[in-house]
């Protein structure tokens, strides 16, 4: 089943309730820079969203540098930002409190 990019307005809502992330409007995609105290709780913070995006089939483009992990979302399928990229930064955002 095709995903289908968010409309205008189902983009615009969303970006509004996820204060914490940034649109990169290049990619259509948003983003957001956490920050731990070492590598340890950055890997950690990895190891627990990625048995989120499994259990979702929605898998982030991200990288880690010692204490920071970087996180973009897209729907490649959509072409652009989904509902599962929303959905997906919600459980995120759940995660760091």
């Known amino acids: 089943m095709r995903v289908e990019p968010l409309s205008e307005d189902e983009r615009t809502e969303a970006l509004?309730?996820?204060?914490?992330?940034?649109?990169?409007?290049?990619?259509?995609?948003?983003?957001?820079t956490f920050t731990f105290a070492d590598?340890?709780?950055a890997f950690a913070f990895m190891t627990r969203v990625a048995l989120l995006a499994e259990k979702a089939d929605?898998?982030?483009?991200?990288?880690n540098v010692w204490n920071r992990v970087d996180?973009?979302?897209?729907?490649?399928?959509?072409?652009?930002?989904?509902?599962?990229d929303?959905?997906?930064?919600?459980?995120i955002d759940l995660l760091v409190g």
């Open 39 to 41: 590598f340890s709780e």
């Open 71 to 84: 996180v973009l979302l897209t729907t490649h399928d959509a072409g652009g930002l989904s509902h599962k």
């Open 58 to 63: 929605h898998h982030p483009e991200w990288s």
């Open 16 to 32: 509004d309730a996820l204060d914490e992330w940034d649109f990169d409007e290049a990619r259509d995609a948003i983003t957001r």
């Open 86 to 91: 929303v959905a997906l930064a919600e459980a």
